[in-house]
C-alpha cells in the first residue's frame, strides 16, 4: 500500500501539472486577497478576517481539477497500462491515488490558507481595520478549509475514474459546480435542498464562508456531507475501474 | 506443474459488444522458451496478451502466469514484465522519473533504474521529457519498463512495429540474449519474418482461434518448398507424378503444388510425357507465403493444418 501511495505521490511531483496548478493557484489567492486586504473599504463588513481568509477557498476547483486529473490523465496518455501492471489491484490503487491526492490537496491548502492569515495578521493592522474574526472562529476556518480542499481533491479522483474522458471530466466537475448547481438551485421547491446540502453547499458548512449567506449546516456537518459525497464519487470510481478493460 | 508453465491461456474468450475478438483460444508457453504469436491485425493479438496481463477481463476462460491470475500474482513486476502498444508513459515526465515511479510502485530498489538505463543505452537521455524521444528511445524505455522487476516471463506486443532494420536487430539480439536467461518470452508480430529468426515456436491465431502451434522448424519443413506447374495438361501431370509417390496437390485454379520434388525433377518428367504447360516455377514459399496461407484460407478461420 505505501509502495503505490509513494509511486503516486512521486508521479504527482514529477510532471509540471501538479506545480504549475499550486503556482496558479497561490497566485490568484495572492492577488485577490492582497487587493481585497490593501483596498476593500471593509465599511460595512460584519467580519473582515472571515472573508479574507475565506479568499483562499478561491482554490478549491483547483483542487478538485488535482483530484480529476489523477485517473483521466493516466488513461489520457496511455500510462493506466504500466500502472495497473505494477498495482493489478485496482481497489488498491484507487485508495493509493485518494491518499496521494489528499495530501496534494492540503499541500495545495497549507500555504494558500497561510498566505490569506498573514493577509489577515499583517494588512489588516497596518490599516486600522478590526479583523473581527476570533483566534477559534479563525482555527476553525483554517482547518475547515483545509478538509474541504482536501476532500474536493478525493471527491476529483472518483469522478475522474468514472469518466476517464480528461478534459470531459474537467468541464464536468467544474460545470457542476460553478453552473449547474447553482442554477438548479434556483429551482422551486427543491432549490432550497439544494442550497443547503448541495456540494457547494457542503463546502460552505465546512468552511465557514459567509459568502451568499453562509449556511444553515455546522461546519462538522458540512464536512461529513462533503466526505459522503466523495466517499460515493469514489467508489463508483473504484466500481467502474475494476470492471473496465484497459487498453 | 504450475512453476514449469510460464505462461498459460486456456480456454480464452472475449467479447467486445457483438465481436468475438478471441475465441476459445489455449496455448501455452514454457520457461526459457521464446514463443512468437502470430496473426494479421485484429486476430486477437493484442486483446489476448491484455487479458493475461489482467488488463482486460475475459468473456470465457483464463489466463496464469506461472499457475495464478495475474491480478494475484505476489509481485508481479518480479514475475512478468510487458511491452504493449500505446504511449504507457507520460511525455511531460523524465525516463527516468517515469521507471522509478514504476520501482516504487512495484517495490523494486530504485538503484535497478540507472542499470536499466544503461541496459536500454538511455542514460544520456534519461532526464529529458519523454515527449521529445524518438520512436526508438521510446521502444527503449517501454523495455526498460518491462525489466524492472527483472522479470521471469517477458511479453512483447509488436516491439519491432516502426522500428527501422537497425533498431530490429537490436532488439533480436536483446531478446535472445532475455531468453538465453533462461527467461520465458511471448512476441506478438503480424510480420513472421520479423520474428522467424528469433523465436523457438509459434502460436498463430486468425479470428481470434489458434490455428497452429508448433516449433518454427517443424511449420518451415512442413509448409516450404516445392514447384508449382499449371497448365492445360496439369491433371495427366498430376497421375504421373502421384503414380511416382509425388505429394501432389491441385489449387483451385488448377495448379499444382509438388511439395518433394526439384523443379529438374519435375521438368524431367514433363518432357519425358510431352506435357503441355503453361508455367514451372519454384514455389519457394516464402515465410510471408507460409503465414498467408494459414491465415488467409477458411472463412470460418479454422484452417486445416
Same mark, same amino acid.
Given at each position: 500500500?505505501?509502495?503505490?501511495?509513494?509511486?503516486? #505521490?512521486?508521479?504527482?511531483?514529477?510532471?509540471?501539472?501538479?506545480?504549475?496548478?499550486?503556482?496558479?493557484?497561490?497566485?490568484?489567492?495572492? +492577488?485577490?486577497?492582497?487587493?481585497?486586504?490593501?483596498?476593500?473599504?471593509?465599511?460595512?463588513?460584519?467580519?473582515?478576517?472571515?472573508?479574507?481568509?475565506?479568499?483562499?477557498?478561491?482554490?478549491?476547483?483547483?483542487?478538485?481539477?488535482?483530484?480529476?486529473?489523477? %485517473?483521466?490523465?493516466?488513461?489520457?496518455?496511455?500510462?493506466?497500462?504500466?500502472?495497473?501492471?505494477?498495482?493489478?489491484?485496482?481497489?488498491?490503487?484507487? +485508495?493509493?491515488?485518494?491518499?496521494?491526492?489528499?495530501?496534494?490537496?492540503?499541500?495545495?491548502?497549507?500555504?494558500?490558507?497561510?498566505?490569506?492569515?498573514?493577509?489577515?495578521?499583517? /494588512?489588516?493592522?497596518?490599516?486600522?481595520?478590526?479583523?473581527?474574526?476570533?483566534?477559534?472562529?479563525?482555527?476553525?476556518?483554517?482547518?475547515?478549509?483545509?478538509?474541504?480542499?482536501?476532500?474536493?481533491?478525493?471527491?476529483?479522483?472518483?469522478?475522474?475514474?468514472?469518466?476517464?474522458?480528461?478534459?470531459?471530466? /474537467?468541464?464536468?466537475?467544474?460545470?457542476?459546480? *460553478?453552473?449547474?448547481?447553482?442554477?438548479?438551485?434556483?429551482?422551486?421547491?427543491?432549490?432550497?435542498?439544494?442550497?443547503?446540502?448541495?456540494?457547494?453547499?457542503?463546502?460552505?458548512?465546512?468552511?465557514?464562508?459567509?459568502?451568499?449567506?453562509?449556511?444553515?449546516?455546522?461546519?462538522?456537518?458540512? =464536512?461529513?456531507?462533503?466526505?459522503?459525497?466523495?466517499?460515493?464519487?469514489?467508489?463508483?470510481?473504484?466500481?467502474? &475501474?475494476?470492471?473496465?478493460?484497459?487498453? | 506443474?504450475?512453476?514449469?508453465?510460464?505462461?498459460?491461456?486456456?480456454?480464452?474468450?472475449?467479447? *467486445?459488444?457483438?465481436?468475438?475478438?478471441?475465441?476459445? #483460444?489455449?496455448?501455452?508457453?514454457?520457461?526459457? $522458451?521464446? !514463443?512468437?504469436?502470430?496473426?494479421?491485425?485484429?486476430?486477437?493479438?493484442?486483446?489476448?496478451?491484455?487479458?493475461?496481463?489482467?488488463?482486460?477481463?475475459?468473456?470465457?476462460?483464463?489466463?496464469?502466469?506461472?499457475?495464478?491470475?495475474?491480478?494475484?500474482?505476489? $509481485?508481479? &513486476?518480479?514475475?512478468? =514484465?510487458?511491452?504493449?502498444?500505446?504511449?504507457?508513459?507520460?511525455?511531460?515526465?523524465?525516463?527516468?522519473?517515469? #521507471?522509478?515511479?514504476?520501482?516504487?510502485?512495484?517495490?523494486?530498489?530504485?538503484?535497478? !533504474?540507472?542499470?536499466?538505463?544503461? +541496459?536500454?543505452?538511455?542514460?544520456?537521455?534519461?532526464?529529458?521529457?519523454?515527449?521529445?524521444?524518438?520512436?526508438?528511445?521510446?521502444?527503449?524505455?517501454?523495455?526498460?519498463?518491462?525489466?524492472?522487476?527483472?522479470?521471469?516471463?517477458? /511479453?512483447?506486443?509488436?516491439?519491432?512495429?516502426?522500428?527501422?532494420?537497425?533498431?530490429?536487430?537490436?532488439?533480436?539480439? *536483446?531478446?535472445?540474449?532475455?531468453?538465453?536467461?533462461?527467461?520465458?518470452?511471448?512476441?506478438?508480430?503480424?510480420?513472421?519474418?520479423?520474428?522467424?529468426?528469433?523465436?523457438?515456436? !509459434?502460436?498463430?491465431? @486468425?479470428?481470434?482461434?489458434?490455428?497452429?502451434?508448433?516449433?518454427?522448424?517443424?511449420?518451415?519443413?512442413?509448409?516450404?518448398?516445392?514447384?508449382? !506447374?499449371?497448365?492445360?495438361?496439369?491433371?495427366?501431370?498430376?497421375?504421373?507424378?502421384?503414380?511416382?509417390?509425388?505429394?501432389?496437390?491441385?489449387?483451385?485454379?488448377?495448379?499444382?503444388?509438388?511439395?518433394?520434388?526439384?523443379?529438374?525433377?519435375?521438368?524431367?518428367?514433363?518432357?519425358?510425357?510431352?506435357? @503441355? %504447360?503453361?508455367?514451372?516455377?519454384?514455389?519457394?514459399?516464402?515465410?510471408?507465403? %507460409?503465414? *498467408?496461407?494459414?491465415?488467409?484460407?477458411?472463412?470460418?478461420?479454422?484452417?486445416?493444418?
Amino acid at each position: 500500500m505505501t509502495a503505490a501511495l509513494r509511486s503516486e #505521490l512521486l508521479k504527482l511531483r514529477t510532471t509540471r501539472t501538479f506545480l504549475g496548478i499550486v503556482i496558479a493557484a497561490l497566485a490568484l489567492v495572492g +492577488l485577490i486577497g492582497g487587493a481585497m486586504s490593501a483596498a476593500a473599504p471593509f465599511d460595512e463588513i460584519e467580519s473582515p478576517g472571515r472573508d479574507l481568509i475565506d479568499v483562499a477557498g478561491l482554490l478549491q476547483p483547483f483542487a478538485l481539477v488535482v483530484g480529476i486529473l489523477a %485517473v483521466s490523465t493516466e488513461f489520457r496518455h496511455g500510462t493506466i497500462t504500466p500502472t495497473i501492471l505494477a498495482v493489478p489491484n485496482r481497489v488498491r490503487l484507487m +485508495l493509493a491515488k485518494l491518499g496521494a491526492h489528499v495530501l496534494a490537496g492540503a499541500a495545495l491548502a497549507i500555504p494558500a490558507y497561510a498566505l490569506a492569515t498573514l493577509l489577515v495578521l499583517i /494588512v489588516l493592522p497596518a490599516r486600522n481595520v478590526e479583523a473581527a474574526l476570533s483566534v477559534g472562529d479563525a482555527t476553525e476556518m483554517l482547518a475547515g478549509g483545509i478538509v474541504a480542499v482536501a476532500l474536493l481533491a478525493a471527491l476529483g479522483v472518483g469522478f475522474g475514474a468514472l469518466v476517464r474522458n480528461q478534459v470531459g471530466a /474537467v468541464i464536468a466537475g467544474l460545470g457542476w459546480m *460553478f453552473v449547474v448547481e447553482p442554477l438548479l438551485t434556483a429551482l422551486p421547491t427543491v432549490g432550497p435542498e439544494i442550497e443547503t446540502y448541495g456540494l457547494n453547499g457542503s463546502i460552505t458548512a465546512v468552511t465557514g464562508s459567509t459568502f451568499g449567506g453562509g449556511s444553515d449546516l455546522s461546519a462538522l456537518a458540512g =464536512g461529513l456531507l462533503l466526505a459522503g459525497y466523495a466517499a460515493i464519487l469514489a467508489a463508483v470510481g473504484v466500481y467502474t &475501474l475494476r470492471r473496465r478493460d484497459i487498453g | 506443474m504450475g512453476s514449469t508453465v510460464a505462461i498459460e491461456v486456456e480456454g480464452l474468450s472475449k467479447r *467486445f459488444g457483438t465481436t468475438l475478438a478471441v475465441d476459445d #483460444l489455449s496455448f501455452t508457453v514454457g520457461h526459457g $522458451r521464446i !514463443v512468437g504469436f502470430l496473426g494479421p491485425n485484429g486476430a486477437g493479438k493484442t486483446t489476448t496478451l491484455r487479458a493475461l496481463l489482467g488488463l482486460v477481463r475475459p468473456t470465457a476462460g483464463s489466463t496464469a502466469i506461472e499457475g495464478r491470475p495475474y491480478e494475484r500474482l505476489e $509481485r508481479p &513486476l518480479e514475475a512478468v =514484465g510487458a511491452v504493449l502498444d500505446g504511449g504507457m508513459f507520460h511525455p511531460g515526465r523524465s525516463g527516468r522519473n517515469h #521507471l522509478r515511479s514504476l520501482a516504487l510502485a512495484g517495490g523494486i530498489a530504485t538503484s535497478r !533504474v540507472d542499470e536499466l538505463l544503461e +541496459l536500454v543505452e538511455l542514460s544520456d537521455a534519461a532526464d529529458r521529457r519523454a515527449g521529445g524521444y524518438s520512436l526508438g528511445m521510446r521502444q527503449r524505455l517501454g523495455l526498460a519498463a518491462a525489466l524492472i522487476g527483472d522479470p521471469r516471463v517477458l /511479453v512483447l506486443d509488436e516491439p519491432a512495429n516502426g522500428l527501422d532494420p537497425q533498431g530490429i536487430r537490436w532488439l533480436r539480439d *536483446f531478446l535472445r540474449r532475455l531468453a538465453g536467461e533462461g527467461r520465458a518470452i511471448l512476441v506478438s508480430s503480424h510480420v513472421l519474418a520479423e520474428v522467424a529468426q528469433t523465436v523457438d515456436e !509459434v502460436v498463430v491465431i @486468425h479470428r481470434g482461434r489458434s490455428i497452429e502451434q508448433a516449433p518454427i522448424g517443424e511449420l518451415l519443413a512442413r509448409r516450404a518448398g516445392g514447384v508449382r !506447374v499449371a497448365g492445360p495438361d496439369a491433371g495427366r501431370l498430376a497421375d504421373i507424378l502421384r503414380a511416382d509417390g509425388a505429394a501432389v496437390t491441385v489449387g483451385d485454379d488448377g495448379a499444382l503444388a509438388v511439395a518433394d520434388r526439384s523443379g529438374e525433377q519435375v521438368g524431367a518428367l514433363i518432357a519425358a510425357n510431352a506435357i @503441355h %504447360v503453361a508455367e514451372l516455377s519454384a514455389a519457394s514459399q516464402s515465410l510471408e507465403e %507460409v503465414f *498467408f496461407e494459414l491465415t488467409a484460407d477458411g472463412d470460418d478461420g479454422k484452417a486445416s493444418a
